[in-house]
């Protein structure tokens, strides 16, 4: 680092921290401490052309282990400006308490000749015997910092399976007094409440819209920054509290329970009941990182009332399952919304089917880049897409009606009675979506037999879908040629779909769908296979 000389005028800044923020509304505190031992040293130092540059750059309950400080980056940020000449701490470990992260500063100090400066600690940098001591400290540092924090885990662990409460929030329905939770009367009360109406319900969904509609709200906590809590409950935090044993006296520690010094709200029994429905229904709405590319329209898609939908994930008997899901109630205002949720496989896969129809075979990541703007509505979908030769957007309305057909029954347009046919005539948009379905199966099933892919996972990888959407699509591939031509013909009986095709057996001989009197069932495999490779 650079040396200092009398002759120049060295403009020093001075940066303090402290770990926590115990202590810091005092009249005179830690900070101000190494502020005032700092401002004497570089007075000391004037002869030398110390100067104190204005400006604080004081860190208040942050960790030395990383270097993402407010004050920490503000200095940086001025030594890059080259506006400081020496960093003054009162010791190192004030600056960092980690070896790979005083290289950076040190990389950073060397680049723009900058010094630094310890008030307690006497060292030259200057020397390899100095650089030597200066490491030692800062490992004596780290090695500080990683057994304290190694023995207050332990005590944490120690302390919960003696069932003692370790800080956190305090959860509804109790009070922290004298560090212990005590049941509070009303909202214990509130907390049975609760767990009594999704016992009733046997929903997430309608628990949470009753608790609303009663006004039973999150528990309301006064601190520094005002009153926090007292908001309507959402699915998240409501399946939580259902999951939280703390109701029935016990206190958790990395996934294992142990009796608690606090007394249970919640009857066991009642708290059993409630585990077998939300284990039954095996729904998980936990938040994690999405994958890239697993749902392709988020940010992009919205509802009729002009509120984001998000994306979420469930989970039930072990599969997963992808939805678009309307924020509105998070609003209060779902009642302006038509559609809330939509399955995210069923949109999707409307929506490359129709822009295939108009632009040709797309790939799918190039297409849904296209895509600017996706509008749900509750019988149609309005899609903004761009044209990457002109730079022009146009909009495509898509009919919308997700779900299966009441009762089995397809009216057959053809019949003057208007009587529910068996042998019905298959509409031109659902005959293109199942003939497109199961060519891209049988693409899929080529791939894998010539080894262009391995496996499901990574054929779902690759065409941006989920494994469980290619293992449930993919046995559209065995289907019979009759069942084919008759999907050709648009003639088939009223059960045919591709929900049905997809429970199916591989054996043709099993697959007992009437193909109707329309349908040529003369056609032969090999004919269709032909046609298939000519299409590829």
Not at 170 to 175: A, H, N, Q, S, T
Not at 314 to 327: D, I, T
Not at 407 to 417: C, E, G, I, N
Request: with cysteine; proline share 4%.
């Amino acid at each position: 680092m650079s040396k200092t000389t009398s002759s120049k005028i060295l403009r020093c800044a001075i940066y303090t921290r402290v770990s926590t923020e115990y202590g810091l509304e005092q009249a005179f505190n830690s900070l101000d401490a190494q502020r005032e031992a700092s401002e004497a040293y570089i007075k000391s130092q004037a002869h030398e052309g110390w100067r104190l540059q204005p400006g604080h750059y004081d860190d208040g309950g942050f960790s030395g282990g990383n270097l993402d400080r407010p004050a920490l980056q503000k200095l940086l940020e001025a030594i890059r400006q080259r506006r400081i000449d020496v960093v003054v701490v009162y010791k190192v470990d004030r600056l960092t308490r980690t070896l790979a992260d005083f290289a950076k500063l040190v990389e950073l100090f060397d680049a723009h000749g900058v010094s630094f400066v310890s008030v307690t600690q006497s060292f030259n940098t200057t020397s390899s015997m100095g650089r030597l001591t200066l490491n030692v400290l800062l490992s004596f540092a780290q090695f500080e910092r990683e057994v304290t924090g190694e023995r207050i885990r332990d005590k944490v662990a120690a302390s919960k399976r003696k069932g003692m409460c370790m800080g956190g929030p305090v959860p509804l329905g109790y009070d922290n007094v004298d560090k212990k939770l005590v049941p509070h009367p009303e909202e214990a009360e509130t907390v049975r409440e609760i767990f009594a109406t999704y016992l009733r319900q046997r929903s997430l969904t309608k628990t949470v819209i009753e608790l609303r509609d009663r006004e039973i709200v999150t528990k309301r906590t006064r601190g520094k920054g005002g009153v926090k809590g007292g908001l309507p409950f959402a699915k998240n935090p409501l399946n939580h509290m259902l999951k939280n044993r703390l109701y029935v006296g016990e206190v958790g520690h990395k996934g294992k329970w142990f009796p608690g010094e606090h007394p249970g709200i919640v009857d066991k029994a009642v708290f059993d009941q409630v585990q077998e429905i939300l284990t039954s229904q095996g729904f998980d709405y936990s938040v994690r990182r999405l994958p890239p590319g697993m749902y392709p329209l988020v940010g992009k898609i919205f509802d009729s009332a002009g509120y984001r939908m998000t994306a979420v994930t469930a989970r039930k008997n072990g599969l997963h399952y992808r939805y678009y899901v309307s924020s509105a109630r998070k609003h209060g205002d779902a009642n302006a919304v038509e559609r809330m949720r939509a399955s995210a496989d069923q949109l999707e896969e409307k929506i490359v089917t129709a822009i295939r129809s108009e632009s040709g075979d797309v790939a799918v990541d190039d297409l849904f880049q296209r895509i600017c703007k996706v509008v749900l509505r509750r019988d149609h979908v309005i899609v903004d897409i761009t044209n990457q030769e002109f730079g022009e957007t146009k909009s495509i309305r898509l009919p919308w009606l997700p779900g299966r057909i009441p009762h089995r029954q397809v009216l057959d347009p053809d019949a003057s009675t208007g009587v529910a046919s068996n042998s019905a005539r298959l509409r031109s948009e659902k005959r293109a979506r199942m003939l497109h379905a199961i060519a891209r199966s049988r693409r899929w099933v080529d791939d894998l037999i010539d080894g262009k892919v391995r496996g499901l996972k990574a054929l779902a990888k690759r065409d941006n879908r989920t494994e469980r959407s290619v293992r449930m699509n993919i046995n559209l591939a065995f289907a019979k040629p009759e069942i084919v031509e008759a999907i050709i013909a648009g003639s088939s009986e009223r059960c045919l779909s591709l929900a049905s095709m997809k429970e199916m057996p591989a054996i043709w001989g099993d697959q007992n769908f009437s193909v109707g009197e329309d349908a040529s069932a003369s056609i032969s495999f090999r004919l269709l296979e032909s046609r298939r490779r000519a299409d590829n």
